[in-house]
């Protein structure tokens, strides 16, 4: 059996160029795109699910790899990839900014733990909304909407050369300033509440100034903010659904679904 040269090209950039877009996706998705998951693994993946979804995707026009253009196509696919990567990690940083805003506020601030999907340190209650928020992001398939997005990306942004619009850069820097008010939102009334502590605290401090504020108030404003997320976690999926809902539309206008 002989396999023209056209054939060949036509199978590799098949291949190569969806697997550039769907490589970069992965490297930074929630989930599989973090420090945790080998780099093995991600690789096996995005060759796997490239493998299967080849059938269905529109074929590569230009199959002159050999060719400057080919290196711009190349670019293009990752930025793409990157995109849609990035719109779900920045879903998932929102419920580690609301926890880091709340163990600043309730005195929890000194507890933190170290990343290890970032590799960074941030504070214990940021950990738990970050495992929460994972935990629901698995169990809503949001990996499955991921996957489904980036195969129906190849019908809206066929690899046929044209660029990217500019103004999808706008779009998600857009979406990054809803890491401060998602969780604000999320915060707002464990906040409050620990505000109305705090001044009761001031009104004894000044009605009894024998009284030791900092023995007294530090362990109490921490059993109060540990109570007041345990009664205000009624509110997380509502702003968890409604946050995840927002990344699918911005997801979706970035790639023209």
């Not at 100034?209 to 530090?218: H, V």
Request: some cysteine.
């Amino acid at each position: 059996m002989e396999f023209p040269l056209s054939v060949l090209l036509q199978g590799i950039a098949d291949f190569l160029l969806p697997l550039c877009r769907i490589g970069a996706m992965f490297a930074l998705m929630t989930g599989i795109g973090a420090k945790t998951v080998p780099n093995r693994i991600k690789i096996g993946l995005a060759v796997m699910f490239t493998l299967v979804i080849m059938p269905v995707i529109p074929p590569v026009k230009d199959t002159n790899l050999m060719s400057a253009f080919t290196v711009i196509q190349v670019m293009q696919q990752l930025l793409i990839g990157t995109a849609m990567g990035f719109i779900s990690m920045i879903f998932i940083n929102t419920f580690v900014q609301a926890g880091q805003i709340l163990a600043t506020q309730t005195g929890l601030g000194f507890s933190s733990l170290v990343d290890p999907a970032s590799g960074i340190s941030i504070p214990t209650i940021g950990q738990f909304y970050l495992i929460l928020a994972t935990l629901m992001f698995w169990v809503y398939d949001g990996h499955l909407i991921m996957f489904q997005m980036i195969v129906f990306s190849f019908e809206s942004l066929p690899i046929n050369g044209e660029w990217w619009d500019v103004d999808n850069y706008l779009t998600i820097a857009e979406f990054g300033g809803w890491i401060f008010a998602t969780s604000l939102a999320i915060t707002l009334a464990p906040v409050t509440a620990m505000l109305l502590v705090n001044l009761a605290f001031g009104v004894m401090t000044r009605a009894a100034p024998q009284l030791n504020i900092f023995s007294i108030g530090f362990p109490v404003t921490m059993i109060a903010g540990l109570l007041i997320l345990w009664l205000t976690m009624n509110t997380f999926m509502f702003h968890f659904n409604l946050q995840w809902q927002h990344g699918i539309e911005v997801t979706c206008k970035l790639i023209g679904c």
